[in-house]
């Protein structure tokens, strides 16, 4: 099997993007995980791969599949990647606002192919949107982890986020705190791990374990979840910088009603081909 692909990243979250309407994509998480292994494979966090849309006032459909080949429902730096990606072919018109059909459409607008604004809809809080069971349908719970409390932020930037404030972002106790949370038995499906140390009311610091991919250097529904749940708090203002090991992203919103906004870098790595010998 041959198949081409894009290496993008966005603050060092690392992509293969694949054009699905140009070549036959099984989408086999045998198939995925191969592609994704960083010794033998192309190594990735995610692999996108672009669709025909649904609807016609989209550009493209995309879907995201983690590393370990399970689905995963949004991805910001993704998003701000495959903009990116189509601007870069043609296909959608720099500083025009365009939409993609994900498991949710999203507005993008590509000021340039390092500097992508995209519209990730209003955060959900609660039990419901994050498919947290056994918790008060508040925009909070606090869960067990070692016969220790956690309190949680719940969000939904179309998938789960439990996000905890802390106040050290270097504390050794993240370490185990990350992966014992997103693999959580209240959360049926597993959910996104953000920890996030306020700086300032206009910046923040987060690290953030994802569901099928570990810890990653930047998250960007991580970031808006994190924003999101800050926010509501009174912790931080409309406009916030989130600092993530990768780099930083820029992210607005006034609050309940209203879609959160995020800003930042996409970048192209190289261009490659897959060649698959699955007997190997």
């Given amino acids: 099997m041959s198949l081409r692909f894009t290496k993008m990243h966005g603050l060092g979250n690392d992509f293969a993007v694949l054009d699905a309407r140009a070549q036959p994509f099984p989408g086999d998480p045998a198939l995925i995980r191969r592609m994704g292994d960083r010794q033998c494979g192309i190594g990735f966090d995610q692999l996108l791969t672009l669709h025909a849309p649904m609807r016609r006032d989209c550009v493209a459909s995309w879907r995201i599949w983690n590393r370990d080949g399970t689905r995963a429902e949004q991805c910001g730096n993704g998003l701000r990647c495959v903009a990116a990606w189509l601007a870069r072919a043609g296909e959608i018109a720099f500083g025009e606002e365009a939409w993609l059909e994900g498991a949710e459409v999203s507005g993008v607008r590509v000021h340039a192919l390092d500097d992508i604004e995209v519209d990730l809809g209003e955060p959900c809080f609660g039990a419901e949107a994050t498919g947290c069971s056994g918790a008060a349908e508040a925009a909070s719970c606090v869960l067990r982890i070692d016969n220790a409390p956690l309190r949680c932020a719940l969000v939904s930037m179309g998938n789960p986020h439990a996000v905890v404030e802390v106040e050290d972002l270097s504390a050794p106790a993240l370490e185990r705190l990350g992966p014992a949370l997103t693999t959580h038995a209240s959360f049926a499906h597993g959910v996104n791990a953000g920890f996030a140390q306020v700086l300032d009311r206009t910046c923040v610091r987060l690290r953030v374990h994802e569901r099928g991919a570990g810890w990653t250097a ?63």
């Fill in 218 to 280: 930047a998250c960007g529904s991580g970031a808006a979840a994190a924003m999101a749940a800050l926010r509501l708090a009174g912790r931080v203002d409309v406009e916030t910088a989130v600092a993530l090991p990768g780099g930083v992203l820029r992210l607005r919103w006034p609050g309940p009603g209203h879609a959160l906004h995020m800003r930042g870098p996409a970048a192209f790595v190289y261009e490659g081909e897959w060649l698959d010998d699955s007997r190997a």
